[in-house]
């Protein structure tokens, strides 16, 4: 049984639940989930936690992500993208400075209308499940932040550009967008997550470490993938770490307060443990066992100047 984080290369024609169910079947594991959908069509970096590591889930959704992205201008399909029934296709009369002109004022923040074909949920429904029934409903526009877009290569009717953005950003409505302010309409053509960057950890999750499901079932018949399976501590290299004393130890496992003299500073056989950390209201730490082992993260509260724990790892 595994707990941790690993890092997987979503391969064209999944979806993100299939590579769930692949996983599971894999490794013979029930308690796995991805941390942030990517269309069947696209590919990339796609977080998955394991076992405990699941409790982290909602901590790694919807984080800062980058991508690369090839937009075609001249048509419009029901979703959004190269996959989808096309609705229109026009000409492309726009010179390649009105191009680059026009992606590079959606930098920054603006209102984008969500895709019906996108896992939002309205009233209880999908919206892609509304989608394939032919139901189209109103969406609200969401406020949505692109940190920086870089613009590799024009070759009209295609765009090829790099796109750093923040949660809830659709590239396929972005692509949508971008072919709406140029009077001729446009689709995303193909989708490459590069990276997840989780800012509270510290932590980036890099394409040229995504392992692709195949080699993950060889790594797993092999024996190594243990070796490609972040654990849980290790992907927060900020916090301090500490470790209880061994009449603490039951105090930690059953999830109850630790006060300063329930913690020491010491250096055990195979992890170095920090000096105390500040006590600042809200600040975390990572904490083991007496003989070395993770086993939760507590948040300091002020309050009752004490440790309360934050999520446990058992």
């Given amino acids: 049984m595994y707990d941790g984080v690993i890092n997987v290369y979503k391969e064209k024609g999944y979806t993100s639940f299939e590579v769930i169910a692949r996983l599971r079947g894999i490794l013979k594991q029930k308690k796995i989930g991805h941390t942030g959908t990517l269309d069947p069509d696209a590919e990339g970096v796609l977080v998955v936690c394991i076992g405990s590591a699941t ?72 919206l892609y499940e509304l989608a394939r029934q032919g139901i189209e409903i109103e969406r609200q526009p969401r406020r949505v932040v692109i940190h920086d877009i870089d613009i590799s290569d024009i070759s009209l009717p295609y765009v090829r550009f790099s796109v750093k953005c923040g949660k809830g950003t659709y590239i396929r409505s972005l692509c949508r967008d971008i072919g709406e302010k140029l009077c001729c309409g446009g689709i995303m053509d193909s989708l490459v997550r590069s990276s997840v960057n989780v800012s509270d950890t510290g932590f980036d999750f890099l394409l040229e470490d995504a392992i692709k499901l195949d080699d993950i079932e060889k790594l797993e018949i092999e024996g190594r993938l243990a070796e490609h399976i972040l654990t849980i501590d290790k992907l927060f290299p900020k916090l301090s770490r500490v470790c209880v004393k061994e009449q603490g130890a039951r105090k930690l496992l059953n999830g109850n307060i630790l006060g300063s003299n329930d913690i020491i500073k010491d250096i055990s056989d195979d992890i170095r443990f920090d000096s105390l950390p500040q006590e600042h209201d809200g600040d975390k730490c990572l904490v083991y066992d007496h003989v070395g082992t993770f086993k939760a993260i507590y948040s300091y509260d002020k309050k009752i100047n004490a440790w309360k724990a934050w999520k446990m790892f058992l």
């Fill in 55 to 126: 409790k982290l889930c909602d901590l790694l959704t919807d984080k800062d992500k980058s991508y690369e992205a090839v937009l075609l201008l001249g048509k419009t399909t029901d979703t959004e993208d190269s996959s989808g029934k096309i609705i229109s296709e026009s000409e492309v009369n726009v010179s390649e400075n009105e191009v680059r002109k026009t992606i590079m004022s959606f930098v920054g923040e603006y209102d984008q209308i969500p895709p019906m074909y996108s896992a939002i949920k309205i009233n209880g429904k999908r």
